[in-house]
């Protein structure tokens, strides 16, 4: 009996249960299509209103870049979408109702093979209502031209923040650029070596997400070594990054100088302790010649 | 010298059964999501083709190959074929509340401020990123010394939330394509408050007005 009562509350409260009521939901996130130069593709994007009145959805394509953490950036000035991919129609979503939209694309014959990224935007706007704020829901739509890839990462900057440091926390400024016309992963090192060529410190880097074609990733990686015994002298810091799917490596060195603090401290007091001697010096000639 | 298993004909009987029941049920890779009336199929994986095949009365989003269809691969080069289709079937859902800013009758004494809150739910393993959208043209300056201060005409906004990416404290101009909340995996109910906060000056035009068309985007980050 008690089972029995279990199970009707179980699959009551199943049933009765409210669903999360969010303006709006878009899938799928992303598209990825490898296609040919002059090749028609068909993109679907399903749009569902979860608020409680009815909402008009627009359409609209933008162009997408990258931002120097990865992030994406949507450019409204990009006109090269207008002319392959044709924007559905405006389409009313009733109340808890989905609809599925379709964006016809068609890509030019003479395209560079490369990666073209645009966004996919779906508005609501309420009726009566235009002072206010608004949602834009995006899906990312990624389109590599077939062709030959050719995969480059530059290492624009590979820097410390100080030549000299007085601290075991060693931080960094990398600049990576993506010369291929290809999205590329990455995976990268940062090892710090003695002059005897021995490493001290060996650290996977954070390079983020993958990098668009023509974009920058910049970083600051940061070695800590708090807890590792490191005597004052020279050091080298060399970036190591393996990427794409040629697995390329790409390899850039500093040298860098570690002065501990306790250090800086004695070499100071030596100093004032130098110049209070020779201070004393002249001023004890000085009381001779008198 | 061997070793023969003699079955006799109950065991025998009982294996055929046990091996039809394995063959019936066995699972096949499935990882599509159907639907009818309009059939749908939605990013199965299967061996060749990619796309979207349309029928009358369905739609087949497909996909095959790897996440780059690499041909001959030649030192830093290598070819790209077609016939890939990738597509991550997450949501991404948006609420803001309210959705309306009203910074009521603005003064030369006072900073008047109002506020919303941007609720982001989304299963992506990448996470997602919102940004201001869009920025009605005319009303108020933009803040540009990070406080809006009575007396000097500015507008801005300031935002608190674990994802969110604009101070606390120093007043942010509100500016197309600015990032405001970022979050690198999935995620169940990020909130971002923003206050937004205007003053008006002495030659503030009497027209001129707290209320602003801000439109915000959400999307999935890149892999």
Redesign the interface.
């Known amino acids: 009996m008690r089972f029995r009562f279990f199970l009707v509350l179980v699959f009551g409260l199943l049933f009765l249960w409210p669903e999360?009521?969010?303006?709006?939901?878009?899938?799928?996130?992303?598209?990825?299509?490898?296609?040919?130069p002059g090749?028609n593709?068909?993109?679907?994007l399903q749009i569902k209103n979860?608020?409680a009145k009815d909402l008009n959805i627009n359409f609209k394509i933008l162009g997408v870049s990258?931002?120097e953490?990865?992030?994406?950036?949507?450019?409204?000035k990009t006109n090269i979408v207008d002319d392959w991919i044709q924007t559905p129609q405006s389409i009313l979503l009733k109340v808890g109702e989905e609809k599925?939209v379709e964006f016809k694309m068609t890509l030019p014959k003479d395209i560079y093979?490369t990666l073209y990224?645009f966004?996919l935007?779906a508005?609501a706007s309420?009726e009566g209502?235009?002072?206010?704020?608004?949602?834009?829901?995006?899906?990312?739509l990624s389109v590599?031209v077939?062709?030959?890839?050719?995969?480059?990462l530059a290492i624009n900057n590979w820097s410390a923040q100080s030549r000299i440091s007085y601290n075991k926390n060693w931080q960094f400024n990398l600049d990576l650029k993506n010369l291929s016309n290809?999205?590329l992963?990455m995976a990268g090192d940062l090892i710090l070596s003695n002059l005897k060529s021995q490493v001290v410190f060996q650290e996977n880097l954070l390079l983020g997400?993958?990098l668009?074609p023509g974009t920058n990733r910049i970083l600051e990686p940061i070695a800590d070594m708090e807890t590792l015994p490191l005597p004052m002298g020279i050091y080298s810091a060399e970036v190591k990054i393996v990427y794409g799917?040629?697995r390329?490596l790409v390899v850039d060195k500093i040298y860098l100088v570690y002065l501990p603090q306790w250090v800086v401290y004695i070499v100071v007091g030596l100093l004032i302790l130098f110049s209070v001697f020779i201070g004393f010096v002249i001023y004890r000639r000085k009381n001779k010649k008198r | 010298m061997g070793i023969r298993l003699v079955l006799n004909y109950s065991m025998r009987t009982k294996l055929i059964l046990l091996l039809v029941v394995i063959i019936i049920f066995y699972p096949l890779p499935s990882s599509s999501i159907m639907s009818s009336t309009h059939y749908?199929i939605?990013?199965d994986q299967i061996g060749m083709g990619?796309?979207?095949s349309?029928g009358g009365v369905y739609?087949l989003?497909d996909s095959s190959g790897a996440?780059?269809?690499?041909g001959v691969?030649d030192?830093?080069?290598?070819?790209?074929?077609?016939?890939?289709?990738?597509?991550?079937?997450?949501?991404?859902?948006?609420?803001?509340s309210p959705?309306?800013?009203d910074l009521g009758a603005l003064n030369t004494s006072t900073v008047n401020t109002t506020e919303?809150t941007i609720?982001v739910?989304?299963d992506?393993e990448?996470g997602y990123?919102l940004?201001v959208?869009?920025v009605?043209a005319g009303g108020l300056t933009d803040v540009s010394d990070g406080q809006v201060t009575a007396g000097s005409e500015e507008f801005g906004f300031v935002g608190t939330g674990d994802d969110c990416l604009l101070s606390a404290s120093t007043s942010t101009a509100v500016t197309?394509?600015l990032?405001i909340a970022?979050h690198s995996s999935a995620i169940n109910?990020s909130e971002i408050n923003l206050v937004f906060q205007a003053a008006i000056s002495n030659s503030t035009p009497p027209t001129a007005s707290g209320?602003?068309?801000?439109?915000?985007?959400?999307?999935?980050?890149?892999?």
């Open positions: 999360n009521t969010f303006a709006l939901s878009i899938s799928p996130l992303r598209q990825e299509f490898i296609l040919d090749s593709q068909t993109v679907i979860n608020e990258q931002d953490s990865g992030r994406p950036v949507f450019d409204t599925t093979p990224s966004a935007v508005s309420k209502q235009e002072i206010g704020l608004n949602t834009d829901l995006v899906s990312l590599q077939a062709g030959l890839a050719q995969e480059k290809v999205r992963a997400n993958s668009l799917e040629t390329q | 749908t939605l990013n990619a796309g979207i349309e739609s989003r996440l780059i269809s690499a691969v030192g830093n080069t290598y070819e790209i074929r077609s016939g890939f289709y990738f597509g991550d079937n997450g949501t991404l859902s948006v609420t803001i959705s309306t800013i919303t609720t739910n989304t992506s990448t990123t940004a959208g869009s009605s197309a394509s990032p970022s109910s209320q602003k068309n801000i439109s915000f985007t959400a999307s999935a980050n890149f892999y």
